[in-house]
Each structure stands twice: as structure tokens, then as C-alpha cells.
């Protein structure tokens, strides 16, 4: 019936259709819709930037005005991926400078941008409204005095935990008297700010919803910045820091009464040095929070931390330290009966001490806290009885990541492995999505999720199974698998080839430290020609011809429309370029020359 | 993994202590202990390493970090504090993000003693930026002290009694110092923690200074 409307009909409907997702099924349905659809689509997601090409995104989404791009894979995050790896962003940026693309948003996360991407960025695209920066590095502060200074629509600067090199330039005085469009600044990534400037910008900006300011704002800037942004809806405080009695201060008292003023505001995070005893002025907006950030929050602990947490009855999402200790989660369970998402992060992370979370407070919030759909948590300690609790408490869990201090730890009071507490988890969570693994695990634990995790979509293993049969119960199961990640985990060639067609059906695959071995990924390569499959051979211990069975220490591969990248390290073998480059020595050849 | 490849020494061997009687096992009371032909106590607590290779199929343990090779031949007891250490060399793990490894390195805490106090108190050293700052934070928290600067040094004092305090610290080496000889950075870098003595004990270390009021206490 569909095809007898006109085209403007089909797309009118289409407009109603926003995930990236469902809009990728409709363009699948038949020729027509396929057109249709990808003339209309404004919003284009790629999750590896390596998979497909900016050409090739031009080509298909003309009217493409929002891009989100993702690069180095995820164990990155943890130094498991050498610098210079790969993942830049200039090719993209270049291309769609060319192109008459009118790009508005790009968010870019993992990657490497330069301080030239982003001044071709700001002087490309005159409608550019929003430039979201997560994980990335390799540019600094003149990079973003370029895009202040040029993009004069800017309603978003959102700079998430990058590494940028601060010059003494003042890049925030860089946006002009005329920038009055703001709706989101986050620096806290950086260490410095004109304070000045800032202040100014605020003052003109009367559309600020969100602001994320760094420990250079002191409590004095802070108030005067609240005075002109009672609006704010998002904040993030930067130094907390009196060094005077509060009842004293003059300061003090005014940030108490421009606070008051502050209604609107529901997402509280920052504190990264902090007085406590000036928390006080901050329990007026504890009320109404939803989302609490505390998790750079060194400074707030013990009862300080409790009365905050006390105040907070209608919390959703809390990210914090575990000095919070179980009691304090005891708390949180007594007080945030809607809360959806905790994030417990370890405040000495490499320390010999202890973690001071352990599996008594999981229990005591699964049992507060039944609404409670993704998990984050670094703990001591994990008890098969406790996931078991969790699981019935909550079935709700979306994302499950658990992580224990001591790798391959069991169950310190039965010394059993930690599958059939795990195994409740996907037993019970029917939607979940994510899951990280963590303690003592063997192979039942991954038959455990082949069976149940019928949603998963993303699973990270460390220090796990026992034998290939383990990887295989996964990839034969998980029907939506997209991401595999596996460390320190004994799976070799046999479980990587069994199913060698699963890959296309996935993002990426991750394996280090694991059994497979230099002659299994080149038969995997030679298999499966849309697959780049990468060796990060970073200490040179395999001379690539020599040694099929020599074990592989980092591999990545990830399905791609592309021909391998051009632009890899010496250190990244692309083994589909090795084996099928004409001119490149095949490795009869490259043997019969050397030995 | 057999425990024929540990070099097992008792130390009771060694020294010539009786160290076998004195070990503590876990057994039950008026059991004897046990110790097998290779050397492997029965009754104790396992380390890391042995419950690693607990009946589990496996006939390797999988472990590709040399660090984790090496803790399979240690002997039973030094296992389970020699993994904790190395474990920190373990790429990637745990994993947290870089910025999330400082968090606490910005902070200071040391303790803080006043004498005739019945508990002590900690403050975070980089929270502040002077001698100053620090000495009014102190006088918060000991709310019954006022700064009392004579000639330029720093001395508290309690009105109440006209008992006066002054502060000093612990260095990295152990030794008591008085506060405020070295620049504001340097002491915070060595400052272990800070101990408010009465000044009629700082004999010789306090500057001579004229006492306006008497201990009544």
C-alpha cells in the first residue's frame, strides 16, 4: 500500500522514525523506501570509524546533519591500546568539507582530533551548532579558541574527559560579544579558565541549561556565575573550597541565597576539591536532583556524604567513590527508592588497599532500590548468594558490570566460582544488553549467557573460562552479540574459527592475552574478506611469516565495507592488506626467502 | 601443577626454632597437623595460586602474564601476599580510566592533635594555600582556639585558660618540626601530621616570646 503514496508521504511518516536503528531496517524493506529514507535521514551513527568511508557516508546521506563517530575500541580506555593506533578524525572532517554537506552536530568518541580538524570544522559548516568530545586527545586549547571564534551558532561545547594540551592562550575569550546562542558548556576536562570571560559569556548566554566548570572556578566565581544562570538545569561545580569559617563569610552567605534561586537544577556533579563544611549551601537543590555525580569527589566522605545522600529522595542516576563503604550504599537504598543507575568507582584504584565496597552493600541497594535497571561496580569482593539476590531483587538490569579488585577471584565464602551468580543475572535480566565479567568464572558461566543473554549486545570478559568451548557457547547464543571484548581468557584458534561468518554479524571482536594464534587469524583473514583482522604487535615478538603458531598478544578485528586502512601504525598488522596487497610478499614467498 | 616444583624449606629448619608448633593452621582444636611427604600443609588457608588450580578441568591454567607464572611455583603461603603486588603490574586492570587514577591523589589527609584533646581530627593539606589558611581551618575545628601571631610566628591559644599551643609537625624522616620555617609547598610535600603542643612543653622549640597570660587549667 505504501507504494502508491507519494514520496513526500513516505517521508513525512519516516520523520517519526528517529532511531538509527529502526530507520536502517526501513531503508532494508525495498528499493523505494531505501531512497526515500536516505535522502531524509538527518542523523547518521557509525561505530567504527574504520568500518565505512567518509566518501561513502556522503554518498548514501547527502542530507546528513548530525554525525556521531567512534574510533579506538574500548579497552583503550585502560591502556591496552598503543598510542597512535589510529582512529582520526581529519579524513572524515576533510571530506565533509569538500562535500556540500551542511553539517550541524558531530560527536566523536576515542579519537584522535588535531587542532587543524578542528579549525577546518569551524570555518566548514556555517550552521554548526554542536561539537560533543569524548575520550578523545591530540589537540589542544587553540583548537577550541577556533571553534569559539567561527562558529558562531554554537549551542553545544561538550568536552568529556579528553587529554588536551592547555596553551596560555584564553580560548573562551575567544567567543565573540555576538555569541549569545549557548545552551551547553562542559569544560571540566580542563585545569585552567579566563575566569573573566567566563563570567562574561555566561552573563550573555541566557539559554544556558548545562554548564560543567573546572577547579579553576572558585566558590567566589561560582556564585556570581549562578547569579546570572538561575535557569541552569545541569551543573557541575568546580573548587567547593572555602578557607574560612562558612558562618563568616560574606561569599558564603550570597552563594547560599543565589542557590536558592537556582530551581531548575537536577543534575548536580563536579566538587573536585571541596570543603565540607560547605555542602551545607548545596542541600537546598539535593531535593530535587535526579542525577548526583560524586565520583571525582575525593573530598566528600564519611557522614558529610551521608547527609548529602540523605536529602536525595528522588535520585535516578548516582555515580560515587566507594568510600561511600556499604553502609553508605545501606543508605542510598533507604533513600533513593527510584533510583535506575549506580556507578561505584574505586577511589585508590592501584593502592594495596582494600576496596570498601563489597557484596553486603549490591545486596542492600537491589533490595532498596528495585527500579534499578544499570550497574557499574568495583568491589572487593563477590559472593554467589548475593548475585543471586541481585538477580531477584532486579530484573530489570539493562547493563551489568562488575568488576573485582583481585582478578579470577572466587566466592570467598563457599571458594566457588562465581557462574551461578552470574548466571542469575542473565537468568532473570531478559533485556539485558551489557555485561561485564569479573571473579573466578569458568566455562558454565558463558554457556550460562549463550543460553539467557538472548539481548546482549555487548560482553566483556577478563580472566575467564576454561577451554574454546566457553567462547563458543557465546558466539552460538548470543544472537544480537556486537561487541566482544576478551582478555587474559584461554580461547584459541578453534573457537575463533568455528563460526567465522558470526563476525559479520558483529561490530568488533577483541582477544589479548588469549591462545589464539598468528596462522588462525591469517586463515581467518584469508576466510573472511570483509573483515579487517589487526595484530597489535607492539614488542616485536613475531616476525610475521615465521611462527603460524606462534600466540597472537592483541588482535582486533571488525567487519568493513572498506579496503583496509591506510593509515596504521608499523606496530598494527591489517593481515587482510598482507595477505591479498599484489606486490606484498606472500608468505611461501617471504619463507622461502628466509629460511 | 605439582607441588613437587616448590622449594619448600621449613623454617623451622633453618633457624631452629620451634616454628611448626607455634604455626597457626586451621583445624579443628586437638587435631595434629599434618604436613605431607612434598612438604604441603594440611589445614591451611590457600593462596591465590592453589585455588586457581582447584579441580577444574584445567590442565593449564591460563595466564599469560609472566607474573602469573611465577606465583604458580611460589610456596603456599607466600603466595597470596606476593599476588597482591605484582597483580598491580597488571596491564589495564582494573579497569578505570586514567582520569579516575588520580582522584584521591589530589588529596592530603593528615591528622591533627591538640594536646588535652580526647580525639583527633584530619584536614586535607591541599586544600589550603598558606600557613594561614591552615591555622584559621584549625582554629574551626578546635573552635575553642584563636590565632595569636606574636612577632610573626604562628601560635594558637585557648582563651578559656590562656594556655597557648604551639603547632608542629611530623617529617618524612620522623623528626618534630615547628610549622612554618619552610615554604608553604615544601612542608605540605613532608608534613606526615601536625601535633598542637602546649607551649610550656615546646621548651626550646618555640621562640622565646612574653606569656600575657597564665595557665589557670
Redesign the interface.
Do not use: H, I, Q
Given at each position: 500500500m505504501m507504494n502508491y503514496f507519494p514520496d513526500e508521504v513516505l517521508e513525512h511518516v519516516f520523520d517519526f522514525v528517529t532511531s538509527h536503528r529502526d530507520r536502517n531496517a526501513v531503508s532494508l524493506v525495498c528499493k523505494l523506501w531505501y531512497r526515500v529514507e536516505r535522502f531524509s535521514r538527518q542523523r547518521v551513527f557509525i561505530g567504527n570509524c574504520y568500518a565505512i568511508s567518509p566518501e561513502r557516508l556522503i554518498a548514501r546521506f547527502p542530507g546528513v546533519k548530525a554525525l556521531t563517530l567512534k574510533g579506538k575500541p574500548h579497552?583503550a580506555?585502560?591502556?591496552?591500546v598503543p598510542q597512535d593506533w589510529g582512529g582520526y578524525v581529519q579524513p572524515w572532517i576533510e571530506a565533509l568539507a569538500r562535500s556540500r554537506i551542511g553539517l550541524e552536530e558531530l560527536r566523536l568518541k576515542r579519537m584522535v582530533v588535531s587542532d587543524e580538524s578542528l579549525d577546518v570544522l569551524s570555518r566548514s559548516f556555517t550552521n554548526f551548532k554542536s561539537l560533543v568530545l569524548v575520550?578523545c586527545e591530540g589537540f589542544t586549547t587553540d583548537g577550541l579558541a577556533a571553534i569559539a571564534a567561527n562558529c558562531w551558532f554554537l549551542r553545544e561545547l561538550d568536552l568529556q574527559?579528553n587529554e588536551i594540551e592547555e596553551k596560555k592562550n584564553d580560548w573562551l575569550g575567544c567567543f565573540p560579544d555576538s555569541c549569545t546562542s549557548l545552551v551547553s558548556l562542559n569544560f571540566a576536562?580542563l585545569k585552567e579558565v579566563n575566569l573573566a570571560a567566563l563570567e562574561r559569556l555566561v552573563a550573555r548566554n541566557p539559554n544556558l541549561k548545562s554548564l560543567k566548570l573546572n577547579g579553576a572556578v572558585t566558590l567566589e566565581a561560582l556564585q556570581r556565575i549562578l547569579m546570572r544562570a538561575p535557569q541552569l538545569v545541569d551543573l557541575g561545580t568546580g573548587s567547593f573550597?572555602l578557607?574560612?569559617?562558612p558562618n563568616d563569610s560574606e561569599t558564603y552567605k550570597k552563594l547560599r541565597a543565589t542557590i536558592l534561586q537556582c530551581r531548575s537544577i537536577r543534575n548536580l556533579s563536579g566538587f573536585?576539591?571541596v570543603?565540607p563544611?560547605c555542602l551545607p549551601a548545596i542541600y537546598p537543590i539535593c531535593l530535587n536532583l535526579t542525577y548526583l555525580n560524586l565520583?571525582?569527589a575525593?573530598?566528600i566522605h564519611g557522614s558529610e556524604l551521608i547527609k548529602l545522600i540523605r536529602l536525595c529522595g528522588k535520585l535516578q542516576r548516582l555515580w560515587i567513590?566507594d568510600c561511600i563503604e556499604d553502609k553508605g550504599l545501606e543508605v542510598v537504598a533507604s533513600t533513593c527508592k527510584d533510583l535506575q543507575e549506580l556507578r561505584v568507582?574505586?577511589?585508590?584504584?592501584?593502592?594495596?588497599g582494600h576496596t570498601a565496597v563489597t557484596e553486603t552493600g549490591l545486596v542492600a541497594i537491589s533490595s532498596g532500590c528495585p527500579k534499578l535497571n544499570s550497574l557499574l561496580y568495583?568491589c572487593q569482593q563477590m559472593t554467589n548468594a548475593a548475585l543471586i539476590a541481585v538477580a531477584k531483587n532486579c530484573p530489570n538490569f539493562i547493563r551489568f558490570r562488575l568488576?573485582i579488585?583481585?582478578?579470577?577471584?572466587?566466592d570467598p565464602v563457599t571458594?566457588q566460582?562465581l557462574d551461578e551468580g552470574f548466571g542469575a543475572i542473565v537468568q532473570s535480566s531478559k533485556r539485558l544488553r551489557r555485561l561485564?565479567l569479573s571473579g573466578?568464572l569458568?566455562d558454565r558461566v558463558l554457556l550460562y549467557i549463550g543460553k539467557y543473554a538472548e539481548q546482549l549486545e555487548m560482553l566483556?570478559i577478563?580472566?575467564a573460562?576454561?577451554s574454546d568451548k566457553g567462547m563458543l557457547y557465546v558466539l552460538n547464543g548470543c544472537k544480537k552479540l556486537r561487541k566482544l571484548e576478551i582478555?587474559?581468557?584461554?580461547f584459541g584458534d578453534m573457537a575463533l574459527l568455528r563460526d567465522v561468518g558470526k563476525y559479520e554479524t558483529m561490530r568488533s571482536l577483541w582477544m589479548s592475552?588469549?591462545?589464539v594464534t598468528l596462522g588462525g587469524c591469517k586463515t581467518l583473514a584469508k576466510k573472511m574478506p570483509r573483515l579487517n583482522v589487526e595484530i597489535i604487535n607492539e614488542n616485536d615478538q613475531i616476525k610475521f611469516a615465521h611462527e603460524d603458531s606462534q600466540?597472537v598478544?592483541k588482535m582486533y578485528l571488525y567487519r568493513t565495507l572498506v579496503w583496509p586502512r591506510d593509515d596504521a601504525p608499523e606496530f598494527v598488522w591489517t593481515l587482510e592488506k598482507l595477505l591479498f596487497t599484489p606486490g606484498v610478499l606472500l608468505e611461501d614467498q617471504w619463507s622461502s626467502l628466509t629460511n | 601443577m605439582s607441588p613437587e616444583n616448590r622449594n619448600y624449606m621449613p623454617e623451622s629448619d633453618v633457624v631452629g626454632l620451634n616454628l611448626k608448633e607455634t604455626e597457626l593452621t586451621l583445624g579443628m582444636p586437638g587435631e595434629t597437623r599434618v604436613t605431607t611427604d612434598t612438604g604441603v600443609k594440611l589445614g591451611t588457608k590457600r593462596g591465590f595460586s592453589e585455588t586457581i588450580d582447584l579441580n577444574l578441568g584445567r590442565s593449564n591454567v591460563k595466564c599469560h602474564d609472566k607474573v602469573c607464572d611465577d606465583e604458580l611455583e611460589n610456596d603456599v603461603l607466600g603466595g597470596a601476599t606476593k599476588s597482591l603486588t605484582e597483580k598491580a603490574q597488571l596491564v589495564g586492570w582494573p579497569p578505570v580510566r586514567a582520569s579516575r587514577k588520580n582522584v584521591m591523589k589530589s588529596c592530603k589527609f593528615i591528622k591533627v592533635a591538640v594536646d588535652g584533646a580526647p580525639y583527633l581530627r584530619k584536614v586535607d593539606l591541599e586544600m589550603y594555600n598558606s600557613y594561614q589558611q591552615l591555622l584559621s581551618a584549625l582554629e574551626d575545628m578546635f573552635s575553642c582556639l584563636t590565632i595569636r601571631n606574636y612577632l610573626n610566628e604562628k601560635k594558637l591559644m585557648d582563651p578559656a585558660n590562656g594556655v597557648e599551643y604551639v603547632a608542629t609537625y611530623e617529617d618524612r624522616d620522623g623528626d618534630w618540626m615547628l610549622v612554618g620555617d619552610v615554604p608553604w609547598k615544601m612542608f605540605v610535600e613532608s608534613c606526615k601530621r601536625v601535633r598542637l603542643m602546649k607551649s610550656s612543653e615546646a621548651i626550646g622549640l618555640a621562640p622565646r616570646t612574653p606569656q600575657k597570660c597564665s595557665s589557670t587549667a
Open positions: 579497552f580506555d585502560f591502556n591496552l575520550s574527559e576536562c573550597v578557607d574560612r569559617d573536585l576539591k570543603t563544611r565520583s571525582y575525593a573530598g567513590l568507582f574505586p577511589s585508590d584504584p592501584f593502592g594495596a568495583l568488576c579488585r583481585d582478578p579470577a577471584k572466587p571458594m566460582p561485564s573466578l569458568t566483556s577478563a580472566f573460562g576454561e582478555r587474559d581468557s584461554p592475552s588469549c591462545d600466540k598478544e | -
